[in-house]
């Protein structure tokens, strides 16, 4: 059902945040939406936002990148108000599992259209998130890749920042501990995946969806950085579980411990620390996307 009612939050900080948004609100207030439209915050605090019109609204519409769109889980969580997303950030992976449209006037359209649909949320150490979590040389990316690099060259940054990071990578050690099994592994970066996309184009697993009722869970075991180099198509197609060299499997919670405390990325942003315990949230949020 198309909302009445919206507040309506825009990074400005985005990738594409700063761009005209005008034709946006117009469409949506053309298509009968009033729209709540507070200025000034940061992305910290939309969640409180959220928190804060739960009875004024009955949507909530955020425009940035993935960053963005997990500062609003804890909101969504806490309200149970729709998402109504306008991609303006640099990989916009959500958006991408979730088939919405790269325009994000036409993205716009589409929350008129009123389509929703549930889907799942992963958490680690209590902190949602929509795409994926990751330990090692994803967190190194997120620690190195400035907002900055992001804005000035986007997806193209993250290949930049990743051929830097990723020459000073090494292997870690660590232990997986999920479906009864303790699990001891040597690795360079262990990802669990909600969704099918991360990092700008990357996939978890090429059957994920964000409302199956699993995690995806890879560790990619290798010897020496240079053999991701290798590994790049798999990884891109979702594929990678097929190589001796990767631990896959899929479960709904595990934790994984470190002999030194790690970073753990979350959406691109850094949230916490091992050791890290990752849990299924079921059909947790609701979101409008294509009509199945």
Do not use: C
């Not at 909101?75 to 994000?104: H, M, Q, S, V, Y």
């Not at 909600?194 to 010897?223: F, H, I, Q």
């Not at 190589?243 to 949230?271: M, P, S």
């Amino acid at each position: 059902m198309t909302p009445k009612r919206a507040l309506f939050l825009v990074n400005r900080k985005a990738r594409n945040g700063g761009s005209d948004i005008q034709a946006i609100i117009d469409l949506l207030k053309e298509g009968g939406v009033e729209l709540a439209m507070p200025e000034g915050f940061q992305p910290g605090e939309i969640a409180d936002l959220i928190r804060d019109h739960r009875d004024k609204v009955d949507a909530v519409i955020v425009g940035g990148g993935d960053g963005s769109l997990n500062a609003s889980a804890r909101g969504l969580l806490a309200t149970g108000l729709p998402l109504g997303i306008l991609p303006l950030g640099t990989a916009n992976d959500l958006a991408r599992t979730l088939e919405l449209p790269k325009d994000p006037l036409a993205a716009a359209k589409l929350i008129l259209e009123g389509h929703t649909r549930q889907i799942d949320l992963g958490s680690v150490n209590d902190h949602p998130f929509f795409n994926v979590a990751s330990i090692g040389f994803s967190a190194h990316l997120a620690r190195g890749l400035t907002s900055e690099a992001k804005k000035r060259w986007g997806v193209f940054g993250y290949a930049l920042g990743a051929m830097r990071i990723l020459s000073q990578s090494r292997p870690f050690t660590a232990t997986i501990e999920h479906d009864g099994k303790i699990e001891p592994i040597r690795t360079i970066q262990v990802s669990v995946g909600n969704g099918r996309y991360y990092g700008g184009g990357m996939t978890v697993e090429a059957n994920a969806k964000p409302d199956d009722g699993r995690l995806d869970v890879y560790s990619l075991e290798l010897g020496h950085w240079s053999e991701i180099l290798q590994l790049l198509p798999r990884l891109r197609a979702g594929t990678h579980g097929e190589d001796k060299r990767v631990r896959a499997f899929d479960t709904t919670e595990l934790t994984i411990q470190t002999r030194r405390r790690h970073e753990v990325n979350a959406d691109g942003e850094l949230v916490t620390t091992t050791p890290a315990r990752f849990t299924l949230l079921r059909r947790a949020v609701t979101v409008f996307a294509p009509a199945t």
